[in-house]
């Protein structure tokens, strides 16, 4: 009986061993034939074809690289702009005028939002290279999308987060933060940085549609940082105007809750409709995806309490201001090293998209009840 039970492993590993061979050869029969026509070639082939090869190992280098590592990641950056000694509201002079001191160099306090936002977009473009918009990314793997394969694409994906969550900010800052009730001036620093961040996230220098020579993408992003810096630096000039009223923090919170509420029903429509566990090619850039857009509001609301400090202590908000910040954190936690789309059911492959849909949804319902204590 146990011979039997031998020679049937031994032929099992034979042919599994064979099967790997033949899978060794099909994959080097190609180097094999190229080195060999490599060879008989003159010098005068060789020479470019060798260039050619060089650049493309170079290229492929330096994308791998970029993409694998992250520069300036850190769930608590905000911590360094030091928000809790600030005692001042936005906008409001740090030495108080009195109309028998006027002071034509006066200061204001700047917003903390603002920078943020910049801060964001400098990490995205300046500190790493914008991913979505690199020529090998968009040529993807083979003709393949590079999102609709495993790996090379989290840093991507990352960064469109961000990128949602700074665009949806910076149409707040637009439309109500920075200018006084609906009837006031649009200003144009802010304007110009909205108008430059919705701007494609895939242009590279050469494009087919529209055909012709582009600007890259994370040019207008850098032309973003300039106008929102210098809003900051005429906010502090106190040539500016920011308006913390509450309705104001009504609304932007709204709008956060709306934008992750949108995330959430994507990752519940991957996570029910699809469950192949770790093979799942597309689920690592949703959760990407939803994670840097936790990444970038959480940054953002930890601003915007610096920034309606007034607001938030007037109506009782602290406690829940704070839990709700927490929750963001508790969600940034959540950093696994391969994405699995398993069955919520199942046993052996873990369902990292139904965790991180739970967290947005925590996420929203404490900024649903935050707006419902300012809306009272």
Same mark, same amino acid.
């Given at each position: 009986?146990?011979?039997?039970?031998?020679?049937?492993?031994?032929?099992?590993?034979?042919?599994?061993?064979?099967?790997?061979?033949?899978?060794?050869?099909?994959?080097?029969?190609?180097?094999?034939?190229?080195?060999?026509?490599?060879?008989?070639?003159?010098?005068?082939?060789?020479?470019?074809?060798?260039?050619?090869?060089?650049?493309?190992?170079?290229?492929?280098?330096?994308?791998?690289?970029?993409?694998?590592?992250?520069?300036?990641?850190?769930?608590?950056?905000?911590?360094?702009?030091?928000?809790?000694?600030?005692?001042?509201?936005?906008?409001?002079?740090?030495?108080?005028?009195?109309?028998?001191?006027?002071?034509?160099?006066?200061?204001?306090?700047?917003?903390?939002?603002?920078?943020?936002?910049?801060?964001?977009?400098?990490?995205?473009?300046?500190?790493?290279?914008?991913?979505?918009?690199?020529?090998?990314?968009?040529?993807?793997?083979?003709?393949?999308?590079?999102?609709?394969?495993?790996?090379?694409?989290?840093?991507?994906?990352?960064?469109?987060?961000?990128? @949602?969550? +700074?665009? !949806?900010? /910076?149409?707040? #800052?637009?439309? $109500?933060?920075?200018?006084? %009730?609906?009837? *006031?001036?649009?200003?144009?620093?802010?304007?110009?940085?909205?108008?430059?961040?919705?701007?494609?996230?895939?242009?590279?220098?050469?494009?087919?549609?529209?055909?012709?020579?582009?600007?890259?993408?994370?040019?207008?992003?850098?032309?973003?940082?300039?106008?929102?810096?210098?809003?900051?630096?005429?906010?502090?000039?106190?040539?500016?105007?920011?308006?913390?009223?509450?309705?104001?923090?009504? @609304?932007? +919170?709204? !709008?956060? /809750?709306?934008? #992750?509420?949108? $995330?959430?029903?994507?990752? %519940?429509?991957? *996570?029910?409709?699809?469950?192949?566990?770790?093979?799942?090619?597309?689920?690592?850039?949703?959760?990407?995806?939803?994670?840097?857009?936790?990444?970038?509001?959480?940054?953002?609301?930890?601003?915007?309490?610096?920034?309606?400090?007034?607001?938030?202590?007037?109506?009782?908000?602290?406690?829940?201001?704070?839990?709700?910040?927490?929750?963001?954190?508790?969600?940034?936690?959540?950093?696994?090293?391969?994405?699995?789309?398993?069955?919520?059911?199942?046993?052996?492959?873990?369902?990292?998209?139904?965790?991180?849909?739970?967290?947005?949804?925590?996420?929203?319902?404490?900024?649903?009840?935050?707006?419902?204590?300012?809306?009272?």
């Amino acid at each position: 009986m146990m011979d039997a039970v031998s020679a049937f492993f031994r032929r099992a590993g034979a042919a599994i061993g064979r099967v790997l061979q033949l899978a060794f050869a099909a994959i080097v029969w190609p180097f094999m034939a190229a080195h060999g026509w490599y060879r008989q070639r003159h010098l005068m082939i060789k020479v470019p074809v060798a260039a050619a090869l060089i650049f493309l190992v170079g290229l492929y280098g330096y994308f791998i690289w970029q993409t694998q590592v992250w520069t300036g990641f850190d769930t608590n950056f905000t911590e360094r702009y030091r928000l809790s000694e600030r005692t001042v509201p936005v906008g409001q002079p740090l030495v108080p005028q009195t109309p028998a001191v006027t002071d034509p160099a006066r200061s204001c306090q700047s917003s903390a939002i603002v920078e943020t936002v910049a801060d964001l977009t400098d990490q995205n473009v300046n500190q790493n290279a914008w991913i979505s918009s690199m020529l090998l990314y968009r040529l993807g793997l083979f003709g393949m999308d590079w999102d609709r394969t495993p790996f090379l694409d989290n840093k991507a994906a990352f960064q469109r987060g961000v990128n @949602q969550a +700074v665009r !949806r900010t /910076a149409v707040e #800052l637009v439309d $109500t933060l920075g200018r006084v %009730r609906g009837t *006031s001036g649009i200003n144009g620093d802010l304007q110009d940085a909205r108008g430059n961040l919705q701007f494609d996230e895939y242009s590279w220098y050469f494009g087919l549609n529209p055909f012709g020579f582009k600007t890259p993408t994370p040019s207008y992003y850098r032309a973003a940082i300039n106008s929102l810096r210098k809003f900051n630096v005429d906010l502090a000039a106190c040539n500016a105007t920011f308006d913390t009223r509450a309705d104001n923090l009504v @609304q932007f +919170v709204d !709008r956060i /809750a709306n934008d #992750l509420g949108s $995330t959430s029903a994507i990752l %519940r429509e991957r *996570s029910e409709n699809y469950n192949a566990g770790w093979f799942d090619t597309r689920a690592d850039d949703r959760f990407w995806f939803a994670y840097g857009q936790l990444y970038g509001y959480s940054a953002v609301l930890s601003a915007a309490g610096a920034d309606f400090s007034q607001v938030i202590r007037e109506r009782n908000l602290g406690s829940l201001w704070t839990e709700t910040l927490s929750q963001f954190q508790a969600a940034l936690k959540i950093q696994p090293a391969i994405i699995s789309n398993g069955s919520e059911s199942g046993i052996i492959m873990p369902t990292h998209l139904a965790t991180m849909g739970f967290y947005i949804l925590r996420t929203r319902s404490n900024l649903v009840e935050v707006r419902g204590v300012l809306d009272r």
